[in-house]
Antibody, heavy 119, light 111 residues
Framework: QLQLQESGPGLVKPSETLTLTCTVS??????????WGWIRQPPGQGLEWIGS???????YYNPSLKSRVTISVDTSKNQFSLNMRSVTAADTAVYYC???????????WGQGTLVTVSS | QSALTQPPSASGSPGQSVTISCTGT?????????VSWYQQHPGKAPKLMIY???KRPSGVPDRFSGSKSGNTASLTVSGLQAEDEADYYC???????????FGGGTKLTVL
């Protein structure tokens, strides 16, 4: 059974970099053709796709976040990561890692991790 | 990419049917049969209920169905049950490797 687990600090200071890692178990990132994605949800608000990465390292980003985001993959550790630079309070959200079943159809999700941006 | 438009709330009594709409544009919902619907209970991760407009993942009851007409997609929940009370989000592929423009969510209340 595929499982995803986010990890990283729950508190980040404004202007600093948010770094999260998603560890995949039950399947090998390097053996699938799926992309792996990050999606966030500010408290009490809706969902926002941040970006996706393929096993090859090819990445695609939401244009609204592209200038501040880098997503990378480490197939040897079966992990992929999110870096978001110059964060502000508006980046406070639950961050999910996920894998899609089809285009824009995210069927496997991590439990989510709340990241608060505050000094 | 602008968010898809959903009504903020919907409601129905047990056993009834309710339909939630999701309006996009000709650049997303109208152009691709890659519309998905998610159910989210408080404090939980979203759960995929419908993908590719009308397909149900394994384990999703057939009380949940999806459709699309033009730039508007719809989710219908038939035979409402108490456990269907949740937030529902639609999503669509938006081209150019934009893997998910989401709606603002609809809170479904089972009266």
């Amino acid at each position: 059974q595929l499982q995803l687990q986010e990890s990283g600090p729950g508190l980040v200071k404004p202007s600093e970099t948010l770094t999260l890692t998603c560890t995949v178990s039950g399947a090998s990132i390097s053996s699938t053709s799926y992309n792996w994605g990050w999606i966030r949800q500010p408290p009490g608000q809706g969902l926002e796709w941040i970006g996706s990465v393929y096993k090859t390292g090819t990445t695609y980003y939401n244009p609204s976040l592209k200038s501040r985001v880098t997503i990378s993959v480490d197939t040897s550790k079966n992990q992929f990561s999110l870096n978001m630079r110059s964060v502000t309070a508006a980046d406070t959200a639950v961050y999910y890692c996920a894998r899609p079943k089809a285009a824009a159809a995210w069927d496997y999700w991590g439990q989510g991790t709340l990241v608060t941006v505050s000094s | 990419q602008s968010a898809l438009t959903q009504p903020p709330s919907a409601s129905g009594s047990p056993g009834q049917s309710v339909t939630i709409s999701c309006t996009g544009t000709s650049s997303d919902v109208g152009s691709y049969n890659y519309v998905s619907w998610y159910q989210q209970h408080p404090g939980k991760a979203p759960k995929l209920m419908i993908y590719e407009v009308s397909k149900r993942p394994s384990g999703v009851p057939d009380r949940f169905s999806g459709s699309k007409s033009g730039n508007t997609a719809s989710l219908t929940v038939s035979g409402l049950q108490a456990e269907d009370e949740a937030d529902y989000y639609c999503s669509s592929y938006a081209g150019n490797n934009f893997f998910g423009v989401f709606g603002g969510g609809t809170k479904l209340t089972v009266l």
